[in-house]
């Protein structure tokens, strides 16, 4: 996992004189964990199994994912001040990946409702790992190159999605959904290992404490970022912006396969080599978008992403109706989308840390964890709502996305960032 693609990274790194290459390397190593989690496990698997295997629908998947997002929301702050001041960051992202990787392969096996509890569980760690990994981009970077090294992560992350996607095609479809759960536990494990074995930043304010005094600290640090939170204008809005921008991306990757099956009318193979055409896209683009981000700035860089992106869901929602070119046109879909989403997501980290105190790398991307788990609550409950509670259909939940990435797309534009950050 580590050797194909170190490369490309060492490359990149010569030509841009930058130092811990294998820091850098193994820090983006990790994205392959997290692509593989949400593409194969979240984005294919579980929906399809829900739905063709126990007879679920889509309420079943959007609920449940809601109610880990929950979960999550209640923790994340609690760990984001928890990797400020006690043991690294990395022991927490190598606890929380290893209990998801322990869960995965057990759904299916159990009874349904353990298996969801399961499934929920592996949810709340993947997610509360990402709060450690995406502070750790801090540890790894300067003001310089924090957009490439982003890109890199995104891009070399989308390696394992290709990985998966062509495991789902090819394999999974004939062997069945349980054993996409336990292929995708084992390249999560393996993914993560050149993180977790060779990542040691230099981390300061690390203090041991007691969990009374952690406890009480990240009550207190909660209070005082929501009170404060009036003074950083900028920081709420992008905060504002995120919700929105995070509610249409994450959504609509939880329910892309299903869209394509039960909407579009095509097979799940069919809708998986789509899925393999964007994410082919998306490993360059998401180089490119670094490096945008460094030339032109982390605000343009996603205001132009997003802008677009808008527009190609509410081209999406209308096509099953209109039949525009046919097949041709959910190609074209495959590969502008696979352009667009790693534009957001590579400049999601870089901005938040463009406009967040160095010292409060942790706690503020625990808040900007609880934003989006906050929309991904909102946006998965909604698409249940939508398409199966009020019998609007899958149509009308896109075009519900669509407006959302409006919506964030205004918003960001009120966005301040540092001149001197980038």
């Known amino acids: 996992m580590f050797c194909g693609y170190e490369y490309i990274v060492i490359y990149m790194i010569q030509v841009n004189k930058w130092k811990n290459i294998r820091q850098i390397a193994a820090w983006a190593s990790y ?45 994340a702050p609690f760990f984001g001040t928890l990797t400020d001041h006690y043991l690294s960051k990395v022991w927490y992202l190598g606890a929380f990946t290893f209990i998801a ?51 890199i992560g995104v891009g070399v992350g989308y390696l394992g999605a290709v990985l998966i996607v062509v495991i789902a095609a090819e394999v999974a479809v004939d062997s069945g959904n349980i054993f996409g759960f336990r292929v995708s536990a084992i390249l999560m494990f393996l993914a993560s290992l050149p993180a977790l074995l060779v990542l040691r930043p230099k981390e300061q304010h690390l203090d041991r404490i007691g969990l009374k005094a952690i406890i009480n600290k990240t009550l207190r640090d909660l209070f005082i970022v929501f009170v404060e939170i009036k003074k950083y204008k900028y920081v709420s809005r992008f905060m504002i912006s995120r919700f929105f921008y995070t509610w249409s991306l994450n959504t609509a990757q939880s329910f892309a396969i299903l869209f394509g099956t039960e909407t579009v009318g095509y097979s799940a193979r069919h809708v998986e080599y789509l899925l393999l055409l964007g994410i082919l896209v998306g490993i360059p683009s998401a ?13 343009r860089s996603i205001s132009i992403a997003m802008l677009f992106w808008s527009i190609c869901l509410l081209l999406v929602a209308i096509a099953p109706s209109t039949d525009v070119l046919g097949n041709w046109f959910w190609i074209l879909m495959g590969v502008f989308c696979g352009a667009l989403i790693p534009g957001i997501w590579v400049t999601d980290r870089p901005l938040m840390l463009q406009i967040t105190p160095p010292e409060k790398s942790g706690q503020f991307f625990g808040l900007h964890g609880m934003v989006g788990r906050i929309a991904y609550i909102t946006g998965t409950f909604v698409w249940g709502l939508v398409v199966v509670t009020l019998g609007i259909g899958q149509q009308g939940a896109i075009i519900n996305l669509a407006i959302c990435t409006l919506i964030a797309f205004i918003i960001m534009q009120s966005v301040t960032v540092n001149k001197n950050s980038g």
């Open 287 to 299: 180089f490119i978008w670094g490096k945008l981000i460094d030339l032109i700035g982390a605000k």
């Open 31 to 75: 994205d392959i964990t997290n692509t593989i989690f949400f593409i194969g496990v979240v984005g294919i698997f579980f929906p399809l199994w829900v739905t063709n295997d126990i007879g679920g629908n889509d309420a079943t998947v959007g609920f449940t994912m809601s109610a880990a997002m929950i979960v999550s929301l209640v923790l």
């Open 101 to 151: 990787i322990l869960a995965v392969p057990l759904v299916g096996e159990v009874p349904f409702i353990m298996a969801l509890v399961l499934y929920s569980l592996s949810i709340v760690c993947i997610y509360l790992a990402g709060i450690a990994y995406n502070a750790l981009l801090n540890n790894i970077s300067t003001p310089q190159n924090i957009g490439s090294i982003a890109g």
